[in-house]
């Protein structure tokens, strides 16, 4: 059993920045694809960024070149560092862990999960 804790969402004005953890805890971290998807008010929850064990990085084209996915084993955390923000990336932000990269990045492929943390971007 793994529990991940995120932390670090806000306010912030659009073009601004924040940086997302997620810490895991409860089973080796290291091998595991950590994952963050976003979920705002009305639609469905979709696929953010994801780094692989073997340090690949994946991105939804509507946050790359903006943000960053990192790890750092060690602390068994994983960091979604946000740039340029817009109102558009308002939502829940929750972390997600799974043994290998899935098909299709999507929720139903993970079976751990965060307790979410809100980002609000205002205008």
């Known amino acids: 059993q793994v529990q991940l804790v995120e932390s670090g969402g806000g306010l912030v004005q659009a073009g601004g920045s924040l940086r997302l953890s997620c810490k895991a805890s409860?089973?080796?971290?290291?091998?595991?694809?950590m994952a963050w998807f976003r979920q705002a008010p009305g639609k469905e929850r979709e696929f953010v960024a994801a780094f692989s064990w073997t340090a690949n990085t994946y991105y939804a084209p509507s946050v790359k070149g903006r943000f960053t996915i990192s790890r750092d084993n060690a602390k068994n955390t994983v960091y979604l560092q946000m740039n340029s923000l817009k109102p558009e990336d308002t939502a829940v932000y929750y972390c997600?862990?799974?043994?290998?990269?899935?098909?299709?990045?999507?929720?139903?492929?993970?079976?751990?999960w965060g307790q979410g943390t809100q980002v609000t971007v205002s205008s």
């Open positions: 997600a862990t799974r043994p290998g990269v899935p098909t299709v990045w999507r929720g139903s492929a993970f079976g751990s």
């Open positions: 409860g089973r080796t971290f290291s091998t595991y694809v």
